[in-house]
């Protein structure tokens, strides 16, 4: 996954353009069953309309010795999202207006955009901010703003034994930034490429937009796919340092919240759950009242908490394999969870199976495994009435989803319990 | 209002008579819609009868030199309330069962009542009551119980939108105390005051009459208004140190209860909420069973947690004016809390609505403020799914709820929220 | 009780055979109305069988020299219980393959067994095991294991005014160990002597049998009982050191669950409730899902958490006669707050009813038992609107239940409670 990550690195994305198009054709190599989508400038989407389509070739100042003192080409982040084509000669004050820098963090240049305000700008170290002493600077930005462009966004549908879906959705509009949001972006290209080998109850949808209005026009075009979705994540912030933390979606007791809070569990601390918000990701717009869906959203350290954040700090260094690596088998055992989550009726419910002459009671193992096991046929036995999910089950009787999931498969096989539903 | 409660601190109240005929007509002056009824002794109230008037002239215990060693005349509570006249010669024997003082505050003359259980008596400085060594006393209570009689009480009623009510409660019923009960009295006249000149949706009722049977009167006579009740709040020991006490309404999750414990919450620590409890002041009746009315009790440190409760040292001096306001202005919040809570709809529901077209995103203020009310506009958006009201809203946001009206006021005229219910 | 207790503690007890059946007879003694039944082995009983009648009359293990090494006659514990019957030479390493000690408790004899595994073994102190040198050794195990004989258990019924039923079970299967499980069967006798000489709302129900195949066999045997009974408590583990331990009933929030609850909190602490747990006694099987019964199981000192469980060393010696007394009086007062608790309705709910004029008001006592009682009797005034019963009322007043007890006896007395139905 980091390789993915250093090679879409440089590449300036943005809510709209080439960047993206360029981004999503990369994702594409690695799963081929992706769908890229070009809506058009101006569409109409829920309360919004397509923005018109920006791209960037060169931006600089340069000082009155004609040096460029802010290039983009030396890095992306230099200009402004959106920023209007401009060139000529500007006076330092005016020039100032425009620019942006982190007297805080004097080294380091910030991220900024001005997608639906016309605007241009210039960001750079504070540093480099202080050097800008001449009484006046020309200025050159060489982008586009189409109005017969597009938005771009891609999809990937993996079809399971029922139309049910989880929804897996993380942003591609960000430039030369690592762990947000290109973290995000390549975890969900691991877990497609594992989830296409794996036997699938579900169908996993993965959408790979621009922020918000990505999402927006998403759920705009489908509401047939709206109307089966049962569980969905967005996925951000998962390869830079810090521990887990998932924001609960807007029905806050979702059975993805409660899949997503035991998987936690079962790892062990450090984790965090953290209540609603309607401020984030693109759960917002999934969770807003009339699709209300239950979408929670899962990172690591979350975003505006760790000093890289939104600056020129955020690099495939900052991100490290081992980080990808364990979100990835985060999000694999979430998946897992949903997957076996079944609400089971014990078939056998007056008093207690006898387990012994099933050859049940002995466990898989000695000490504490066995045990567990032994507890693990026990709690099953006794909440399977008909009403409780395992998910309920393993809260209750603390035990690793894995164990009773396995514990659930045996006593199924014995002819012990059936399951009458779908968890929930 | 703590010239007004000077001004009342001398009459001596009881739970008839013409010490409360006389309250009231000073607070007529304040509130010239006020109504005072009477209502003749021996008339039936729910389970209790109208006892009969009291009305006292003079007290005294002379020595045997013929000084007034206890006197009425220099403060009123030295006569137990609702004595039976008396005259006449009786041994110190006699006199000491007869006797009420205060063995751990010696300086102090206690408050002592005898209502429903005839009896006469006279209560002094436990210094006092050390000095007195003659043989023989001779008694004088010049004091009259009529059967022909009445109870007095005062009721105000400010007409709003609706005819749903508020009802404020605070008894009248003791004699020269000043925190209990002068300072509730004088804290819902400024606030009958406040409300005289505000827009109100609700109708507002003030009810000032004696302790218990005051309440039980009252209930027993207005059934249709018993029906409006909506809200109620018992103001008492409102004007003495100490943080704010709220005792919630029997039903405990009340719109009142909500409404306080989130005012509170705005004014900061130190405050506590409280627990139901089925003793104190008039909540108790109409909080009984069978009328069950969400009313809450407000007051600073409740009764008997400070030293000077039902003492002489209950003066207007230990009542100061800042509490006295401050109070006002909680309970003015209170209100404001009830007439803007609403439960909203967001007419935008599907994702979010685009702000920044409708000017909305920037927010009223830079900084906190600025982040804020950006918050409460996401807030307010994503949870007005007709089901919540402000307070929940409040809650769940942790956000001021004035912040809330304002912004709930701006999405209202932006044509992104409407109002589909009264508060819940 | 420790009587009893002491003349039990040397019969050796399994899950079938004569040493219940002694047992039962010297129980009958102490309780005329006691029925013993006898079941044939091969009998099914929900999903299991009742297993062959086991018989042991003598055990040993014999050195080289003749000498018995391990002898049944000096402690019952020395056998396996099922062992097979056996009589021959082994080698030492045979002999090591079925002897059980406890490395980490060197001087203590463990119990084990093995009723549904075909075995045979000997249990031992570990200092005794690390003497067997020899090479061979002589072993006889005099037992029988009979196709035609019978599972014994007894069962006491004493009749209430009503047909509902609260059960008591308990078992009586372990061998020479005092504390798991004479004590329990002590407290039973002792609480069923009791019982059968106060007065029953509630018809109450004895069952002693054998752990997990008697409850299932008694189970199996009564389905119409079994729908009668409205509340159970297994008793066990209740004459060791150790604070109470209330494991809930599968239910969690049943009444019973409630009333030892408060029972316990009238007792104060040190005490705990522990949650639900598949595991244990016989609360397992009334417990299952196809009964769910709301039985909780009562001890001190849990199973497993003391160094004495299962060994030689929980002789009569360990449990003490004051733990016996505390116990029993703990599941009486559990009788007793079942018996009384009823949902009362306030006959005058709108106020509060004058209390002074029926002579209610000052209570049975001075002082904090004074302002108790007047706490009582105004909450049980307050909450009984039809719904609460008098352990809700005792659990949000946080009176003690004899206080609330007594106080409802008064208000029902003076016409001011009527029961509209038995406590829930």
């Not at 700090?313 to 969870?337: I, K, M, Y």
């Not at 514990?407 to 014995?414: F, I, Q, V």
Request: charged share 20%; hydrophobic share 40%.
């Amino acid at each position: 996954m980091h390789a993915l990550l250093a090679r879409l690195y440089p590449i300036c994305r943005s809510i709209t353009g080439d960047g993206v198009r360029q981004t999503l054709a990369v994702v594409g190599e690695y799963l081929p069953a992706l769908v890229v989508h070009e809506v058009p400038s101006g569409t109409p989407a829920l309360d919004w309309t397509v923005p018109v389509e920006w791209n960037i070739r060169d931006a600089w100042v340069k000082n009155a010795a004609g040096e460029r003192v802010i290039d983009f080409r030396a890095h992306n982040l230099h200009v402004l999202q959106y920023s209007q084509p401009k060139h000529g000669w500007v006076t330092r004050q005016e020039l100032e207006e425009h620019l942006f820098s982190l007297p805080d963090q004097p080294d380091l240049i910030p991220y900024r955009t001005s997608y639906y305000q016309p605007n241009w700008g210039f960001c750079l170290s504070h540093r480099q901010r202080e050097q800008l002493l001449d009484e006046h600077y020309e200025i050159g930005i060489d982008s586009t703003l189409d109005e017969a462009g597009s938005l771009t966004y891609g999809e990937l549908v993996l079809p399971g034994a029922t139309e049910e879906e989880v929804l897996l959705s993380c942003h591609c509009c960000h430039p030369s930034l690592a762990n947000d949001n290109l973290s995000g972006l390549v975890v969900a290209v691991g877990l497609a490429r594992w989830l296409a080998r794996e036997p699938r109850r579900y169908t996993y949808r993965f959408v790979f937009g621009p922020g918000t209005i990505g999402s927006i026009v998403w759920l705009s075009r489908n509401p047939a796919a709206v109307a089966r979705i049962r569980h969905g994540l967005v996925l951000t912030l998962l390869g830079g340092p810090g521990q887990f933390t998932y924001k609960q979606s807007r029905r806050r007791t979702a059975e993805i919240d409660q899949a997503v809070a035991l998987v936690l569990r079962d790892a062990g601390p450090p984790h965090e759950v953290r209540p609603w918000l309607p401020y984030g990701y693109d759960e917002r717009q999934y969770g807003s009242p009339g699709f209300n869906l239950p979408v929670g959203c899962l990172s690591r350290t979350p975003f505006g908490e760790f000093p890289e954040y939104h600056t020129s700090a955020d690099t495939p260094d900052f991100v490290r394999p081992a980080e990808l690596a364990g979100s990835l088998a985060l999000v694999q055992a979430v998946c897992a969870a949903l997957e076996h989550n079944r609400i089971y009726r014990n078939l056998s419910p007056f008093g207690e199976p006898q387990l012994g002459r099933r050859g049940l009671y002995k466990g898989v193992g000695g000490g504490q495994e066995g045990a567990d096991w032994q507890m693990a046929l026990l709690w099953l036995l006794n909440l399977s009435d008909g009403s409780a999910s395992l998910l309920a089950v393993a809260a209750q009787a603390n035990l690793p989803l894995p164990l009773l999931h396995r514990a659930a498969h045996a006593l199924e096989a014995a002819g012990l319990l059936a399951a009458v539903a779908a968890g929930g």
